[in-house]
């Protein structure tokens, strides 16, 4: 069973920064990629950014390059998701997911969740 706790969710000005981390709980960790998405109210989710079981390659969706950095410690099984530049826009609630194992990363399949933690940026 695959376990994802999100944290560090919050409120934040436009402008601000703010991390959002992941724990996994899953001895097959080292062999999944992970992504944070996320859904707004009226919206679909949508995958924000993705990092391969190494880290070393990434995605990111064109709402949020240049300004989110996603990383991961393996030793500590948590991923990250570094905010900057928020915009209101950005506010949704962000979700923690982990693909099937191993990670096909031109065809990820995510078949884990978390629970998501909530960020709102005002104007």
């Known amino acids: 069973q695959v376990l994802l706790v999100e944290s560090g969710g919050g409120s934040v000005q436009a402008g601000g920064s703010l991390t959002v981390s992941c724990a996994a709980s899953?001895?097959?960790?080292?062999?999944?990629?992970m992504a944070w998405f996320r859904q707004a109210a009226g919206k679909e989710r949508e995958e924000v950014a993705a990092i391969s079981p190494r880290g070393s390659t990434t995605y990111y969706s064109d709402s949020v390059k240049g300004r989110f950095t996603i990383s991961r410690d393996n030793a500590k099984k948590t991923v990250y998701l570094q905010m900057n530049s928020l915009k209101p826009e950005d506010t949704a609630m962000y979700y923690c997911?982990?693909?099937?194992?191993?990670?096909?990363?031109?065809?990820?399949?995510?078949?884990?969740w978390g629970q998501g933690t909530q960020v709102t940026v005002s104007s």
């Open positions: 997911a982990a693909t099937t194992v191993p990670c096909t990363w031109t065809r990820r399949e995510y078949n884990t």
């Open positions: 899953v001895i097959t960790y080292i062999s999944r990629c």
